[in-house]
């Protein structure tokens, strides 16, 4: 499986953004998905991921909303209220080796090569 991540950009803050997740080449219908991001000088952190229901970090939850189009083998990130501190290289991974979600970057099997999204004040 290949992922492609796509729809960064930049976007004032207080906007919105969706970011999609598409298989290059094979299917990840039956695998948990997972959104991550990276800023600058940080660490790659967990923003949310699905399998049969969702969950978030606690810095974008309410915000953010992760859903998934079987029919298109699609995976998308809604970002609303987007904030500066969101600035970051988005990426989406797929792990077929867990079935729940989880949090971290070593569990996921698949990455997407990272969209940017910035948000400007």
């Known amino acids: 499986v290949q992922l492609q991540a796509s729809g960064g950009g930049l976007v004032q803050a207080g906007g919105s953004l969706r970011l999609s997740c598409a298989p290059s080449r094979g299917t990840f219908r039956r695998y948990v998905m997972g959104w991550f991001r990276q800023a600058p000088g940080k660490e790659r952190e967990f923003v949310g991921g699905?399998?049969?229901?969702?969950g978030y970090a606690e810095a974008v939850k309410d915000r953010f909303t992760i859903s998934r189009d079987n029919a298109k083998d699609t995976v998308y990130l809604q970002m609303n209220s987007l904030k500066p501190e969101d600035t970051a290289v988005y990426y989406c991974?797929?792990?077929?080796?867990?079935?729940?979600?989880?949090?971290?970057?070593?569990?996921?099997?698949?990455w997407g090569q990272g969209t940017l999204v910035t948000v400007s004040s």
């Open positions: 991974a797929a792990t077929e080796r867990i079935i729940y979600i989880t949090t971290r970057p070593d569990d996921y099997d698949y």
């Open positions: 699905i399998n049969w229901s969702t």
